[in-house]
């Protein structure tokens, strides 16, 4: 198993709208998912597809409330386990205002991304992993030679931790996601939510950084990786 579980790259302000859209997640996660009637509320503020297409002005609110539900505890966990790692220096990037409407902007491509290909429009589809993926694009785009901490365990044995690139980390999982989406459009999975939160993600930071509106740190991170690392850390 190959889990990432942080980053090496520190922030030079609080990441107050990353810290609290994570606990928006989980308490509504915890005020509803461990419900009996929690398959009803997810219908009702779930985003289904087919009644966007209907014309339902109550599809649209569901574009916004679907971002805050999870299937379960391994959904929420994954999730959140992302936006920890990433999310953080994207807001420290646009700053808090700027981060909290690029996250939800990306939500609603990814909505849109599963809107267009899915073969089970009457599904609810759920979960943060699309405004994520639009999140994962922007760091990619800022921050490409920051390095991912992955945990490896296979077999019930631990080879320990390394560090990847994020261009290299992310870029795989991006090319995952996108063949994933040319042969699950109709499994339990939504995909296409997830490439199109993230090809969002990559033009407006791609956008941003090329216009010079958002210009990452590169010399202090620099001087971050100058740092004697632990004899234990492996690089890629």
Known sequence: MLLPIGDINPCRRTPVVNWALIAGNVLVFGAFG??????????????????FHGGAPHA?????????L????????GNMLFLWICGDNVEDMLGAIGYLAFYLVSGLAAGFGHMAITSTPDVPCIGASGAIS????????FFPHSRIKIFCFLEF???GVFTVAAIWAIGFWFLQQALLTLVSAGGGVAYGAHVGGFVLGLAVAGALRAADIVRPPAVRMERYYERPRSPYDRGW
Request: proline share 2%; no cysteine; glycine share 14%.
């Open 60 to 68: 649209v609110v569901t574009l916004f409330t679907s971002m805050f």
């Open 134 to 141: 639009g999140v994962l694009g922007a760091y990619v785009v």
């Open 34 to 51: 461990l419900g009996e009637g929690y398959a009803r509320f997810v219908s009702t503020w779930g985003f289904v597809p087919a009644s």
């Open 157 to 159: 044995i631990y080879w």
């Open 70 to 77: 999870h299937g379960d505890i391994l959904h929420l966990v």
